[in-house]
RNA sequence: UGGGCUAUGGCCAAGUGGUUAAGGCAUCGGACUUUGACUCCGAGAUCGUUAGUUCAACUCUAACUAGCCCAGCCA
């Protein structure tokens, strides 16, 4: 699937022509310190297809400037991710990577008098930093001298004060109206163990400064990143100047991916996790990466889902049908179909002998190489409860009802003559009869049935539990904390059956089950004990 | 009240001065159907508003309106 046309590629590809470039080089730079969610998979496929569309390049890029809040757990768990995707970076990187070299480059920003060592408290740079519609007062330490400045810059790095102490600050313009441009600080002290680097710093540069230079330094061309960076590409390019890089990346900003249904801020995702509301970041209903292979979304149908979005200047809020939609799509040649029922009713066929007759049936008739296998049919079997009501509501009404022929598919046609009723009112069983006559395949067409629905014969039926899940979140509007707001019947567990083909399924095997949707064979199923999650229902125009 | 960004059918999104304004999702008709699935047909916008520039504007300009972002030693 090619990338649609979006401003970014016409970017590059103009950059191309003129010659502004030699190539594309991309990167994509997530901060070790939470999962990746769907949202996050627009910068990765945006970043790797772009590229690899213009026979450029991706690198992976750990953006790991601030030791507090990361943690390499998530490095791993994150390059799974992107190697699930089917992206392989052309490097993988560590922010940290570039420390000696970021320290330098601060070095020589002093050097040419446009960053200074600043005392004041965190406090205190915040009130002389004025206010949105107020300009900033310049810090008393904004002229020290560029000696007394290397000098505590170095002692800054030597471990010679406390966290807080001292901040590294750039010397712009403390009334600009762009407040990222009054005096950013752009190294702090922090003593605390690094994932990568340990202890050998106690000082790490911020995010503005490291990251034009992290992309300079790889040769990056074109740094993507999401809108609200948009105030920050003049301090991009400032750095980029100052430090006298030789080559030199451009910032471009896009929308971010919201989809309807669904929260994916970190806080809020981290919150489910910590209250056991969810079983992990893995859970089958979380919006994770992690949480959609595990549901049995297919790393294709991701990918479909992010390039049918397309890419704009808007956080946008995609449906989520469209993302089920991928997934159907991407599916519907693929999967097996099998018959399974989730909530069964048995259903007796009082004239049909007392045998199992073999049922030779091909998987999917869509896609052949896909093969067939025998479905069994007896004199009992099980059909969906809600394929069934007592008396036919409706015209529209394609199931079973007393008195109504229905075709059991592939099978024969049967007609409901009698309930068989437990003693709290519901029902128990029903009584049917076939005709022989009827036979599929047998070129039978006298009558119509009224409808076809599918079954799993009683004897050989394989137990089977089967998830169904339903977005986490109840209510979209609301101010309401979000907490409040959780659904009740997001995970709700059945017991059925389902047809013995499927008794040595793989993990993570993925299923059409006709007429109930597509489903995928849980991590935790094993033969004796199958379980299914449902990805997504099929598609319907009933109701 | 400062600065920045955005505004095309219900939701995304092409379109870069002259096209009947792509496409996908959703919706509504209809055909087909041993999945109320799939597939196939068909239906819908004058492009936030108002002015302007132009022979010609969704495409350029201005104003207005609405939404989002920014006052971390987070990224």
Not at 387 to 405: A, Q, T
Request: glycine residues 6%.
């Amino acid at each position: 699937m090619e990338i649609q046309s979006n401003f970014i590629k016409t970017i590059m590809e103009e950059d191309i022509k003129n010659k502004k470039v030699d190539g594309i080089i991309t990167r994509f730079p997530p901060e070790p310190n939470a999962y990746l969610h769907i949202g996050h998979a627009r910068a990765i496929v945006t970043n790797f297809e772009l590229a690899r569309q213009f026979d450029g390049y991706t690198n992976l890029r750990f953006d790991d400037t601030n030791p507090v809040k990361e943690d390499s757990s998530f490095v791993d768990a994150i390059k799974e991710d992107i190697k699930w995707l089917g992206y392989t970076p052309n490097n993988i990187l560590f922010g940290s990577d570039y420390f000696e070299q970021t320290y330098e480059l601060a070095v020589r920003l002093i050097q040419k008098g446009v960053a200074y060592v600043c005392d004041l408290s965190q406090e205190q740079v915040s009130s002389y930093r004025g206010t949105l519609t107020e300009p900033g007062k310049e810090s008393p330490y904004r002229n020290r001298s560029v000696e007394e400045n290397l000098l505590l810059f170095k002692q800054m790095r030597d471990g010679k004060f406390k966290d807080g102490e001292k901040t590294l600050r750039a010397k712009i313009d403390m009334s600009s109206p762009n407040i990222n441009l009054r005096d950013p600080v752009i190294y702090r002290i922090i003593h605390i163990t690094h994932h990568n680097t340990g202890d050998k710093w106690c000082i790490y540069p911020m995010y503005d400064f490291a990251h034009p230079l992290q992309d300079s330094i790889e040769g990056v061309t074109h740094s993507l990143c999401s809108l609200e960076y948009v105030d920050h590409r003049v301090l991009y390019d400032w750095f980029v100047e100052q430090c006298e890089m030789p080559h030199i990346p451009h910032q471009y900003e896009f929308g971010r991916l919201n989809i309807t249904n669904t929260i994916m801020s970190k806080r809020y995702l981290k919150q489910l996790v910590e209250k056991g509301v969810v079983k992990g970041y893995d859970d089958p209903r979380m919006p994770t990466l992690a949480g959609l292979r595990r549901r049995g979304y297919t790393s294709d149908s991701i990918k479909s889902f992010i390039l049918s979005t397309g890419l704009s200047r808007i956080n946008s809020t995609v449906s989520s049908e469209m993302l089920e939609n991928s997934l159907r799509n991407d599916l519907v040649g693929k999967t097996k179909r099998v018959y399974a029922i989730l909530d069964p009713i048995k259903l007796i066929i009082t004239n049909y002998p007392d045998q199992t007759e073999a049922i030779d049936l091909e998987y999917n008739p869509e896609n052949l190489e896909l093969g067939s296998r025998i479905l069994p049919f007896g004199k009992e079997v099980y059909i969906e409860r809600t394929d069934f009501i007592e008396e036919k509501p409706n015209k529209h009404w394609k199931r079973l009802s007393l008195g109504i022929e229905v075709r059991l598919m592939h099978a024969y046609f049967i007609k409901c003559n009698e309930v068989i009723y437990n003693e709290d009112g519901s029902i128990k069983e029903l009584l049917a009869t076939y005709d022989v006559l009827t036979k599929s395949g047998s070129g039978f067409n006298e009558r119509k049935p009224n409808g076809n629905i599918h079954f799993v014969e009683a004897k050989t039926a394989l137990p089977a539990t089967f998830n169904l899940f339903e977005p986490l979140m109840v209510d979209s509007d609301s101010d309401r904390d979000m907490m409040e707001r959780l659904n009740p019947n997001s995970w709700k567990t059945v017991q059925g059956f389902i047809e013995p083909s499927v008794g040595n399924t793989f993990k993570g095997e993925r299923f059409q089950f006709v007429r109930e949707g597509y489903f995928a064979t849980d991590y935790d199923s094993k033969e004796g004990n199958l379980i299914f999650n449902r990805i997504v229902e099929l598609k319907s125009s009933y109701n």
